[in-house]
């Protein structure tokens, strides 16, 4: 497949960008953190995005899906790390639709992923228990009870944890935490007596969650996939999430670039424009040429996934590494460069590093990934 | 589509029975290398056979045309022709200044007497080619060059000194920067011309490196004829033409940064040598800085790659040569001081059966130069700057 996007993707991309400019502008990052919004995003936000199709595109077309794939996806994605744009895209339309698409019995999906579709559903993906990313460390506990289970234990760091419809939750059933054999993925309700959600306050105003799971009970029909056999569903949705996330801050990275850049040409100190200095022009050259890294690393990876190739989690990884090493690079370049004024709320500047870094450790960081990819190389 | 599936098969068998089993190892040792030239010393047989075979069909520059030698094919077949010998690990039959630098110039700016006299014995590797840029007082500033062309009716005299002239003393013809034009500022009065290294006049004197080898020359030049009919394009005109040749060595060196097909990865050298537990390499500070590098390996071929295909699908600016050129000689010099830490105190032997006599700390010494020549590091970042970021 030639690194290239193709002329339906580039339209796609246009789309958003025409769509993100309009109704999801940096600015509206702002008014919702002002107003002290429980979602991070306005109210008719997600409806919008359903009728342009996106809640769609990755749900196949045998579940009234577009099936249009992670490329194009992608370049929402990418776009929406350009204007910050929270919404339940991620969390719904990419780890849902995948996690369900990838587990899910027949009757599941059909009800489901329709629903998902239409911009009727939403869901968040609850995998994590402690501070750092450690997808086989799952303690919390599915025990059998009659004809279904009962849950017990928490996570934490549930991106859209405290407003999705439904919850799908990674269980232990048997083994223990460490075991990749033993895990479970269940689909709960948000608001059931049992769950107990706590909105968190993140650094990117966006809404995360801790929840506790005391004595749920559930029937065996909120189980997805089978019973002590969700991890390589899980881990195939992580690998989605993670070529998203690095997309996202591939929009991050270009984005500061792009308004760094224009700041240079601009701001004058001693009488002369600052991007006549040749320290700033050599950081400004080595910062766009780690973007252009990043553009073929995000590429490969959305394709690789797309293709449903062998060596996805390796490149997935590569991209994620990758992706937090210059999106750390690139919002710290920018409030530096900036001077004085970056450090202002006033200025949009901060908006970014403060998304960049939660992006970065949701499903593991650079240190997760670095390790990852080793031990896929065989070291 | 179904023409590129048959001349994909079609190259397959060929090269399967062509391509001798001495020749389909990764190169290890520069010796390895086959540059020919009038005084090429073949190291074996069959690497003689690999050139000449290839040579025949025009594959030592598989996309040039056919009507001067050269193979001919597009760009899809070209690709198909380098991956299917990187399939089978077959190392290039010919590395050359002829096909990698002189050869494109004279394709794009030559007269049609001039490719018809050069490009055949570049693309049979009879003539070997080195580059006269660089003088003691230009480097950086290339276009201060002082070596002068004297107009003398129907020659030149050319007088100056050369200085980083690879392979020099090994070489049959150089192509040259000359002033030719004293009054000019200092861009417009350059030509760029060529000349037999055997003319009276010539004397390479090899430059020994900190790596103990010597593969570059001082080059004088006292009073050598230079014809007329051997200047490339216009009088004059020689700054866009060296422009054009420092783009694609850039790209050249700028490939340094990739690892060869079917070499083995820093990372399998590194887990081979310090060792593998429970899945982890036993230096916990070395993993992490080889691993580092390894995805930024892996993302600079990928960037090389999206470039070529951004190239031929005519979409995009794509990045340049002067940001491979800058990150790929970046990302070799580092591979190369990983893999002194790697090979630990193996490394610090200069000359020795058991270190392939020195080979590892001499490649590493030799990269140090691969973030100057061809214009440093700074002057790329630089180039990306005015350029690119359109910063003044």
Redesign the interface.
Known sequence: MAMVINEEQQMLKESAQGFLAEFAPIGEVRKQRDAGSETGYADNLWSQMADMGWAAILVPEAYGGLEFGHVGMGQIVEQSGRTLTASPLFSTAILGVTAINQAGSEEQKAELLAAIAGGELTTALAVDEKIHHAPTEISLTASAKGQGYVLNGSKCFVADGSTADKLIVAARTSGDAGDINGISLFLVDRTVAGVEVERTQMVDCRNYANINFNNLEVPQSALLGDEGRGFQALSATLDVGNAYLAAELLGIAQQTFDTTLQYLKERKQFGVLIGSFQALQHRAAHWWSEVELCKSVVLKALQALEKGDDNSPLLVSIAKAKLCEVAELATNEAIQMHGGIGMTDEYDIGFYIKRARPAAMLFGDYSYHGDRFALLSGY | MADLQTFRCETRDWLEENCPPSMRFPITNSDDSCWGGRNWIFKSEEQKQWMERMAARGWTAPDWPAEYGGGGLNKAETKILKEEMARINARSPLDSFGIWMIGPALLKFGSEELKQQHLPPIIRGEIRWCQGYSEPGAGSDLAGLQAKGEDKGDHFIANGQKVWTSYADKCDWMFCLLRTDFEAKKQMGISLVLFDMATPGVTPKPIKLISGNSPFCETFLDDVRVEKNQVVGDLNKGWTIAKYLLTHEREMIGGFGLTDAGSE?L??I??KTVG?EE???NNPLL??D???W???G???A??A??VT??V??G??VG?TSA?LK??GTELNKRRYELMMKIEGSDAMVWDGANSNGGWTPRTWLRTKGNSIEGGTS?V???I???N?????
């Open positions: 990865t990372g399998q590194a887990a593998v899945g982890r390499m993993r992490a080889v691993l580092k390894e995805i930024d892996a993302a600079f990928l960037t790659e999206r295909d951004e031929k699908s979409h995009g990045a940001m800058y990150y700074e790329q970042l630089n990306i700057a005015k690119i970021l359109g910063l003044g």
